[in-house]
């Protein structure tokens, strides 16, 4: 059967279309998603070019697929299912990408997770980070001009007023935050050496969604998965070592080791205490 007849039973959608209104397709695909498609004489057929693409283009195609599944699921029932949580924030990315473009001050009320206090913040936007499953705001708070990370999730009543600052140039956000995880920064510190061994199987899974840009495989047999990286051992580094439990092991630095050895006896003796209670 044809594929495109085939898809058309399974979505419902018409998926054939004239030479002409294909080739539009194609300069609109391009220009949106910065994928080029072009015709194979020797098969006959047009194709993806498979060239590098960038991080910005690899999430526009999975957010392109995402659509489209979650579009069918809704055809024939309950087939995905999607993880209770609370919303992102993502409702207010429209807004604050707009204010950063156009270098206009933002204000909103914004919640702390410490405390659960609630402020009112005018800031100066940069850029969003994606972090851990989360979406943050990196701006210069301008109470005290100092750079910030704000949860996109804790902001509420965003505001985008009409007034204008100047590029902030001394903030750039590709290089801040290039040696760490996360979305800690300004520490100070500079980047590690960090080699980390998992598992065979934890490995593999670790292989195939890297914990950082800098991992590189430098081991693997049948006792261990050994991976290098190059980063700045941040809370939120120390965390995601911690996630993995008994399945990985820091060799290096000695320092970052001992100080996982001492967050891991600190959670036995916690609870060990509540095993007496």
């Given at each position: 059967?044809n594929f495109l007849?085939?898809?058309?039973?399974?979505?419902?959608?018409?998926?054939t279309?004239?030479?002409?209104?294909f080739?539009?397709?194609?300069?609109?695909?391009?220009r949106?998603?910065q994928?080029d498609i072009?015709?194979?004489?020797?098969q006959?057929v047009y194709?993806?070019?498979?060239d590098?693409r960038?991080?910005?283009?690899e999430r526009?195609?999975?957010?392109?697929d995402?659509?489209?599944?979650?579009r069918m699921?809704?055809?024939?029932?309950?087939?995905?299912?999607?993880e209770?949580?609370?919303?992102?924030g993502?409702?207010?990315?429209?807004?604050l990408?707009h204010?950063?473009?156009?270098?206009v001050?933002?204000?909103?009320?914004?919640k702390?997770?410490?405390d659960?206090?609630?402020?009112?913040r005018?800031?100066?936007?940069?850029?969003?980070?994606?972090?851990?499953?989360?979406?943050?705001?990196?701006?210069?708070?301008?109470?005290?001009?100092?750079v910030?990370n704000f949860?996109?999730?804790?902001?509420?009543?965003?505001?985008?007023?009409?007034?204008?600052?100047?590029?902030?140039?001394?903030?750039?956000?590709?290089?801040e935050?290039r040696?760490t995880f996360?979305?800690?920064?300004?520490?100070?510190?500079?980047?590690?050496?960090?080699?980390?061994?998992?598992?065979p199987?934890?490995?593999?899974?670790?292989?195939?969604?890297p914990?950082h840009?800098s991992?590189?495989?430098?081991?693997?047999?049948?006792?261990?998965?050994?991976?290098?990286?190059?980063?700045?051992?941040?809370?939120?580094?120390?965390?995601?070592?911690?996630?993995?439990g008994?399945?990985?092991?820091v060799l290096?630095?000695?320092n970052?080791?001992k100080?996982?050895?001492?967050?891991?006896k600190?959670?036995l003796e916690?609870?060990q205490a509540?095993?007496k209670t």
């Open positions: 059967m007849t085939l898809q058309e039973e399974i979505t419902g959608d018409r998926l279309c004239s030479l002409r209104t080739q539009r397709a194609m300069i609109e695909i391009s949106i998603y994928v072009k015709f194979d004489k020797s006959k194709l993806i070019e498979q590098e960038d991080a910005q283009s526009l195609m999975e957010s392109f995402l659509f489209n599944a979650i699921g809704n055809s024939f029932g309950n087939h995905l299912i999607f209770n949580r609370k919303a992102l993502t409702e207010h990315m429209h807004g990408l204010a950063i473009r156009s270098r001050e933002v204000s909103f009320s914004y702390k997770y410490e659960g206090s609630i402020s009112e005018i800031v100066k936007p940069i850029a969003i980070k994606e972090a851990r499953n989360r979406w943050y705001l990196i701006a210069r708070d301008s109470a005290d001009e100092v910030k949860g996109l999730d804790r902001i509420n009543g965003l505001n985008i007023s009409n007034r204008k600052f100047k590029k902030i140039k001394d903030f750039n956000p590709e290089e935050f040696y996360g979305i800690i920064n300004g520490t100070g510190e500079k980047p590690e050496k960090i080699v980390l061994s998992f598992t199987t934890e490995g593999r899974y670790v292989k195939s969604l914990l840009h991992q590189n495989e430098i081991l693997k047999n049948k006792k261990e998965h050994r991976f290098e990286y190059d980063l700045v051992p941040t809370y939120d580094f120390k965390m995601e070592i911690l996630s993995y008994d399945t990985v092991k290096e630095p000695a970052l080791r100080d996982i050895v001492a967050k891991l600190k959670a916690g609870y509540a095993g």
